[in-house]
């Protein structure tokens, strides 16, 4: 009976190292060009409008519609959707999914012209010129970088002078990894210009920050 207990025991465990094993780079991005039913580029089209307009609403405080966005893994579209509705048509996203650009010009057709870079971020931002984009925006999209890849955000504050993320900054998991993008971007030559912790439609561990690039 003793035995049967520890075995018990040996197999949670053995569960338990699973689960919070961090993933490697390469299973991080497995996972994203295919991720599961949870994750289908279907669930990011159906609802979620809460999130989509308070984005909106925030990057109206500093763009115009000659800004030139760029949206780190934008999915299936929905946020440039809304953007470009709103008369922000300059834009740009890098994306890992295939599948989930193909349901974005099923679904929005509209953004038909904006430039998709399918691709891994690590693989395409060097790529980008300086300062080749007035803002980058991410919503629930760095809390995936893997650690091995934190040199993406002195990428990011070299391509835009500003930058918004919505982020959760307290799960951990093996492929949620929490952060202090505030220390981050501060450290990298910004000010954060603006915070809001609860995000709408978002759970309680998501944050909104926009950052501006300190003057030199």
């Excluded at 989509?52 to 893994?73: H, M, N, Q, V, W």
């Excluded at 202090?180 to 561990?205: C, H, N, S, W």
Aim: proline letters at 4%.
């Amino acid at each position: 009976m003793l035995r049967c207990r520890e075995l018990r025991d040996e197999s949670h465990h053995e569960r338990y190292s699973v689960m919070n094993r961090v993933a490697s780079l390469q299973d991080i991005h497995s996972y994203w060009k295919k991720p599961n039913e949870d994750n289908a580029p279907e669930t990011y089209t159906k609802g979620a409008v809460a999130r989509s307009l308070f984005l909106l609403d925030c990057i109206k405080k500093y763009a115009t519609p000659r800004s030139r966005i760029l949206e780190l893994g934008c999915n299936a579209g929905r946020n440039m959707a809304f953007l470009h509705n709103a008369g922000f048509t300059r834009l740009t996203a890098i994306e890992i999914n295939a599948n989930a650009i193909d349901h974005m010009r099923h679904t929005f057709p509209e953004l038909k012209r904006a430039k998709i870079i399918i691709s891994s971020i690590e693989d395409s931002i060097r790529q980008l010129p300086g300062n080749s984009f007035n803002i980058i925006y991410t919503m629930a999209v760095l809390e995936h970088v893997h650690p091995d890849s934190n040199w993406i955000f002195a990428e990011m504050a070299r391509v835009s002078p500003k930058i918004i993320t919505v982020e959760d900054e307290v799960t951990e998991s093996p492929r949620h990894f929490k952060r202090d993008y505030r220390t981050i971007f501060q450290d990298l030559g910004y000010k954060q210009i603006e915070l809001i912790e609860a995000v709408p439609g978002m759970t309680r561990g998501f944050r909104y920050r926009c950052f501006a690039r300190k003057s030199r």
